[in-house]
């Protein structure tokens, strides 16, 4: 067996529970080897690029359970639908309203499109230093000022489980007769219970995109482009689904996709009443905590938060003198349990429905064991490491058109001295994927400062060509000679 094989062979029989997408939680869907059906368009399997038989039953399926007019079957996760999304809803060169909190396949859509965007910026949550929602009255006031806007894109829920007011955002969007894109990666499983946020789709949100693999049990990469309403034109759509997927499905990620859905709609009643519970029980445990703090409902209706996702554990170990990276080592070395991110002084757990009890448990447990350890040094309300990851969005210093920077001549120099430079790449977190700089925006002397301390803390940070972090690509300036004339 390779090497690769093995691995996972090797890691699938270890103790390692994972609060980590894929949300089936490698627990056995179906017992069926996946080479004996990974077939192509042979007779009587239809064709995902023109389904007429068997996928377009499985997506009309789809469509009925979300309540859509359309749902198309994604094989290349939520960044090929939201690179659909943006390319169907706009030309080239139009000016786009972007949450500057998207991931980056929606700067890689400004990028292709060669896009203008105008940023708006989601409110921020000091206590937990992650965003907050983007408020209704911004969009208004972003669209008023920019009449010539084509689109509006926003990502609800964010990775944190943030969601913004939607259909307040909707409304407005749409009195200016624009498609509203919401990039809902995160939320496929909002439709699963009444305890859960509701969804864009029903929230009046003209193409939402949702990653099935990140929160449903479904295979990794799977995912759905929904459309609603007639503002956007379905024809152009297909047409960039045909450009953004590949000419050769997987079939075995479509069955994965329909099994989930087949799961759902004869047992997903009974399963997400469990997982509810569950998740509730696990919250009211958590709020009971000395030193680390988690996200809780307790935030609607502050920093824009219009509801929160309780399946997210959002750990916060702000002012104790920890670091995420720390906790997250520590959760992983001494309780094999593996989370799915950790940021400057916070780590995400992510939860399904099908996380079982024992998991929940030993999270708890773990957890439970950081919170009596944490060596506060001196009081617990003290301002250890407070603040010190903060980085508020609003300050992203844009100069220059994302797809001009490929016409500008650059040049490498170190990061530590690059303060007031135009970058030519992107920097960011992985996860989350949200550009902490995007190219043609200024490193400013914070970004650098927060960039060291990520680093210190044994974070990585990615987007750089230099694997190392230690030099950026940057717009070179042209300096124009300047000629005395003699009189
Ligand atoms: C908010 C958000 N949108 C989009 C994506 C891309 O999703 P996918 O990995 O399914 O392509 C991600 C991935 O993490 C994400 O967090």
Redesign the pocket.
């Known amino acids: 067996m390779g090497e690769l094989y093995n691995r996972l062979k090797e890691y699938s029989q270890s103790d390692y529970y994972p609060f980590h997408?894929p949300g089936h939680k490698r627990q056995n869907i179906t017992d069926l080897n996946p080479y004996s059906y990974d077939i192509t368009e042979i007779d009587g399997f239809d064709n995902l690029h023109n389904p007429e038989g068997i996928l377009r039953i499985a997506m009309d399926r789809a469509s009925k359970m979300y309540g859509t007019e359309r749902t198309y079957f994604?094989i290349?996760?939520?960044?090929?639908?939201?690179l659909t999304a943006i390319s169907a809803c706009t030309k080239k060169g139009d000016k786009i309203l972007v949450a500057r909190n998207?991931?980056k396949?929606?700067y890689n859509a400004i990028y292709l499109n060669e896009l203008e965007p105008v940023y708006i910026y989601p409110e921020y949550i000091e206590e937990f230093g992650i965003n907050g929602g983007i408020k209704p009255e911004c969009v208004r006031a972003a669209l008023e000022e920019n009449a010539d806007i084509r689109a509006v894109v926003i990502?609800s829920?964010?990775?944190e489980g943030i969601v913004s007011d939607v259909k307040s955002i909707a409304g407005i969007v749409h009195s200016h007769n624009i498609p509203l894109i919401v990039?809902e990666?995160?939320g496929a499983h909002f439709s699963m219970h009444d305890e859960l946020p509701e969804t864009a789709v029903l929230c009046d949100a003209d193409v939402v995109?949702q990653?099935m693999?990140?929160t449903l049990p479904a295979l990794?990469?799977t995912?759905l482009l929904h459309l609603n309403g007639n503002i956007v034109n379905r024809d152009r759509i297909e047409k960039y689904l045909g450009i953004f997927q590949t000419s050769s499905p997987s079939y075995v990620l479509m069955a994965s996709m329909d099994e989930c859905f087949d799961i759902l709609l004869n047992d997903g009643e009974k399963m997400f009443e469990g997982y509810m519970s569950r998740m509730k029980t696990l919250n009211e445990y958590l709020k009971e905590f000395t030193h680390l703090k988690f996200t809780d409902s307790s935030l609607k209706g502050k920093y824009g938060v219009f509801d929160v996702d309780i399946s997210k554990i959002v750990v916060s170990c702000r002012g104790t003198g920890y670091t995420g990276a720390e906790m997250y080592r520590e959760l992983l070395d001494r309780h094999h349990l593996q989370l799915e991110m950790a940021s400057g002084d916070y780590v995400i757990a992510m939860t399904s429905v099908m996380d079982t009890q024992e998991g929940l448990l030993r999270l708890f447990k773990a957890l439970a064991d950081i919170d009596r350890h944490i060596r506060v040094y001196g009081n617990k309300n003290n301002n250890l490491n407070y603040g010190e990851y903060d980085y508020r969005m609003e300050k992203a210093v844009v100069v220059k058109k994302i797809s001009d920077i490929s016409d500008c001549k650059t040049e490498t120099m170190r990061l530590d001295i690059a303060q007031g430079k135009i970058s030519a790449e992107y920097i960011y977190l992985y996860?989350?994927?949200?550009p902490v700089v995007a190219p043609g925006e200024m490193v400013t002397g914070e970004i650098v400062m927060l960039l060291r301390r990520y680093m210190d803390s044994g974070l990585t940070i990615h987007g750089l060509k230099d694997k190392k972090c230690e030099n950026i690509e940057v717009v070179k300036e042209e300096f124009k000679t300047l000629v005395f004339r003699k009189e």
């Open positions: 997408m994604m290349n996760g939520s960044s090929g639908g939201i998207c991931h396949s929606v990502t829920p964010t990775y990039d990666a995160h995109i990653s693999h990140k990794t990469q995912a996860p989350p994927g949200i």
